[in-house]
């Protein structure tokens, strides 16, 4: 797949670990491409173990558990990263 270097504006691999025009060294772009998509499946992750949580159960006993993981899912995906 390609991408574009931040500061040549060339197009090149993501694969690559350096820009071949102007060397800007690329491993912190594809880290953070990395990074938002561990947040991704951890938020979706979290959002259907809540679901499951919530309708395996009755719908008088609603758990907290179910609660807390499906807001911590929205929480991930929702909110930046300090990274």
Do not use: H, Q, W
């Amino acid at each position: 797949m390609l991408t574009t270097c931040p500061d040549c504006k060339s197009e090149i691999s993501d694969a690559a670990p350096a820009c071949p025009k102007c060397g800007r060294p690329l491993a912190s772009v594809a880290a953070a491409k990395k990074a938002s998509n561990g947040r991704l499946v951890g938020g979706l992750a979290l959002i259907a173990l809540g679901a499951i949580g919530y309708f395996a159960i009755n719908d008088l006993y609603i758990t907290m558990g179910a609660v807390i993981a499906g807001v911590a899912g929205l929480v991930m995906l929702f909110i930046p990263s300090k990274r």
